[in-house]
């Protein structure tokens, strides 16, 4: 099939890319010129495994275009994977999917499918058929189908060939039987529903998940005061089938684009129809407050932070890549640095993207070594395989060896005898 999309960020990169490896043509769309010309020479502009090596390999199949007309004029599907972004309200922005929709509409010369794939509140899709249907000429028919994303940044290739199901929300018998054709090759589970359930399955599942993680991070801040170990707890809960063990790993709260963006939409939306989600509104504030977990730890060790070298290992908000959106990094530099802290960085992949927002503020450091030599205090913010893999004995370069594990990287037996303090979450201090 001949397919178009729209924007070539993680969920409209990787879709394009994808559709072209089960045998479509695909065009990739956006606004960026630099951006398309690092993909024509077969470079992610984002980092994803395996993303690149997809994209060369199906070369053939793949083209990238900032001329969206003759990407859409004559497409049978057209897939819209553009961002948005939270607004101060918390509700959702539209604008992006709104204009790419407006450009499919003026450009289309056939009937087509256009596949909404941007997160969008319930009944978004609705409005934009009708939209759309406005601004085509009089013959022409599009049909819009809601078809969510589920992919989690650092396997989304392999979340894409490898999903626990496709949902496609549908109007109409015709669109159904395109959806069947696009993704007949991948062999998945697909779920057929409305439009508007379609929508929703998105947003209740992002918040779910949130939910549990904000759950579990209050039990581990109960573990601490009461003698448990969280550790013990999520295995125990995991077991329970009913229950799960994915999403019970105790930390500093979750980031990214989705799951801060998605509850504070839903709770949103929830709001203005006089329906609050009082669990959603809970699982934003315990979220908000749980990055700065470690802050008061630290309290714990030093009353001011002035003066004193701290050693940060991990930015982005979570490892395999370098995506800092909502990363707690982001929320506790800052405070370090405001109070004359001397902060130097590691992290893989992510120090680029958080030079961008503090450029001479801290130091970055190639090495984890390099970021502990000194150092009064460590903060860990991201699991990064090579921070869970270090050899604790490596923290002894520290002039005062604490480390605040803030993603249970550890196992706190690691460190008896080591004459090293380590706090973690919902765990005992091995001091």
């Known amino acids: 099939m001949k397919i178009a999309v729209a924007g070539t960020g993680y969920v409209g990169l990787v879709t394009g890319v994808v559709l072209a490896h089960i045998g479509h043509d695909v065009a990739c769309v956006d606004v960026d010129e630099k951006k398309i010309e690092i993909m024509r020479k077969g470079i992610s502009p984002i980092y994803e495994e395996g993303l690149e090596e997809l994209m060369q390999k199906n070369a053939d199949r793949l083209t990238y275009t900032t001329d969206y007309k003759s990407a859409y004029k004559d497409a049978e599907v057209i897939f819209v994977g553009v961002g948005t972004p939270e607004k101060r309200d918390g509700s959702a922005n539209l604008a992006y999917v709104k204009a790419v929709c407006e450009q499919i509409a003026e450009s289309v010369e056939n009937d087509c499918v256009v596949v909404i794939k941007s997160t969008v509140p319930i009944g978004t899709n609705d409005r934009i058929e009708q939209m759309m249907n406005k601004l085509a000429p009089e013959n022409i028919n599009i049909d819009i189908v809601s078809n969510p994303e589920f992919l989690s940044q650092g396997t989304a290739v392999k979340d894409t060939l490898n999903a626990s199901r496709i949902v496609i929300g549908t109007e109409t018998e015709r669109a159904r039987l395109v959806m069947e ?5 991948l062999g998945q589970t697909v779920v057929y529903t409305n439009r508007r359930s379609a929508e929703m399955i998105k947003y209740a599942s992002n918040d779910f998940l949130a939910l549990k993680i904000s759950y579990i991070n209050e039990i581990a801040n109960l573990c601490e005061v009461l ?12 077991l329970d089938v009913r229950i799960g063990n994915r999403f019970l790993n105790a930390g500093i709260g979750y980031g ?17 129809n006089e329906r609050e989600l009082k669990t959603v509104k809970a699982a934003i504030e315990v979220n908000d407050m749980q990055k700065l977990k470690l802050l008061k730890k630290a309290r714990k060790y030093y009353e001011s932070f002035d003066g004193l070298n701290i050693a940060v290992l991990g930015l982005t908000f979570k490892p395999n890549t370098d995506d800092l959106r909502e990363a707690p990094s982001l929320v506790n530099i800052p405070a370090l640095v ?30 984890i070594e390099e970021a502990l030599q000194n150092a009064d205090i460590c903060f860990i913010f991201t699991e990064w395989d090579a921070v869970k893999s270090l050899d604790v004995e490596k923290f002894k370069a520290m002039k005062n060896p604490i480390i605040l594990d803030g993603r249970n990287c550890f196992k706190p037996e690691q460190f008896e005898g080591s004459g090293i303090i380590y706090d973690s979450i919902g765990r005992r201090t091995v001091k």
């Open 181 to 185: 054709k696009v993704y007949e090759k």
């Open 227 to 238: 003698g448990a170990d969280i550790d013990d707890v999520s295995r125990g809960m995991g």
């Open 256 to 272: 990214g684009s989705c799951f801060p963006k998605d509850t504070k939409a839903l709770h949103w939306v929830s709001n203005i």
């Open 338 to 367: 405001d109070e004359g802290a001397n902060v130097k960085a590691f992290d893989p992949v992510g120090v680029e993207n958080f030079k961008r927002i503090c450029q001479d503020e801290i130091t970055y450091c190639d090495t």
